[in-house]
């Protein structure tokens, strides 16, 4: 079955001021399924991330389904749910004040597809039951990336971006998170971008994207 693309890289260039390029002149397409980013630790994988999240502004074009970063960034960030490398995901609610089910109602607003009930069977897949009455800053670290993982994996988003998810993670919630995105890689209208350092055992993937790409002009397509 050929992968339609869901995701369009269009001669993207980015660079921190008076650094080298991490990328230039790099273009891809991403179709549905599990993509690995690959590289090691400090080989840009966050950067990139936040490149396709359009969270850093860069030279080129980004598309999802057709929705052009440059001409609809709103519509574009709606359409994409991003795992930061830090506790939370980035597009989650600031307040830690906030129970986890009161922040699916945020993440409900941002993203049009998101999925409350789906939510609510990935947390409890991570052991979160007792602590959903919780508010946000009463939860350990691992916690919080949990919920944003289920948020992730609930949001329905044409595009999920994990940045080493499974960092901080018990081993029982390792193990969900694989079978998860296993389930991922079948959806037909769904594409992950996962950043690793290291192949995610069990999940089937449908391209890889290596670092660094600074000396190439375009990366193969992840399709």
Known sequence: MTSIPLLQVRDVRFAYAGQPALVQGWSASVGAGVTLLFGDTGSGKTTLLRVLAGALACTGQLSIKGIRLDQAA????????WFDADSRAADAPAQDTLTPRECVAAWCALHPDFDAAAWQRHAEGFGL??????????????????????????????????????????APSVAYLLHALAGCARQPDRAVVLASAERPPGVPLAGVIELPLAAVAAAPAAA
């Open 74 to 81: 709103p519509a574009y960030r709606s359409a994409v749910f």
């Open 129 to 170: 039951g007792p602590h959903l009455h919780k508010p946000t800053y009463q939860l350990s670290t691992g916690s919080k990336r949990k919920v944003a993982l289920a948020a992730a994996l609930a949001s329905a988003c044409p595009l999920t971006l994990l940045d080493e998810p499974t960092g901080a993670l018990d």
